[in-house]
């Protein structure tokens, strides 16, 4: 019961933050996506998100059309198209962050260093497991 109770704050956090950016909360996941990559083909945003490779696009289209990202031609292979986050995204993003931060400094200012430690390496670890899970429910295609 926990577990699915911190999932559910973890969505509408995810969508306030989207909604601070003035997003929708899928838009704003493909956004993160983005920017934590560096550079993605609208194949790999589809693949990591689950959405078709049509739905990607309109996706990237979004979020070019809202100033979030451009298309870049791809360095290695000029007939690839990459789509990167522009300039101000990390900025923009860490200040649609920054309530959630620091509420998450007041939780963890009730914990040691050590203690610390044990969550941001459990952060780590779910990370991994929580794809892997999501991998494991999506079809073959990529979809749920």
């Known amino acids: 019961m926990a577990y699915r109770e911190y999932l559910s704050a973890q969505a509408v956090a995810a969508q306030s933050i ?3 950016l003035g997003l929708g909360s899928t838009d704003f996941f493909g956004l993160n996506l983005i920017a934590l990559a560096g550079t993605l083909t609208a194949g790999e945003l589809a693949a990591r ?3 078709s490779t049509g739905a990607a696009t309109r996706l990237i289209d979004r979020l070019e059309q809202a100033g979030f990202v451009r298309r870049v031609p791809d360095p290695a292979d000029r007939r690839k198209v ?3 986050s522009v300039p101000d995204v990390d900025g923009r993003i860490a200040a649609a962050l920054g309530p959630h931060r620091a509420r998450m400094a007041e939780a963890f200012a009730e914990y040691r260093p050590e203690q610390l430690e044990v969550l941001f390496d459990y952060f ?8 892997a899970a999501a991998g494991d ?6 979809r749920v």
């Not at 429910?137 to 990529?142: K, N, R, Y």
């Open 18 to 20: 989207a909604s601070a």
């Open 82 to 84: 990459l789509v990167e």
């Open 137 to 142: 429910l999506l079809e073959p295609d990529g």
């Open 124 to 131: 780590a670890r779910a990370t991994v497991a929580l794809r």
């Open 49 to 51: 998100t689950g959405l």
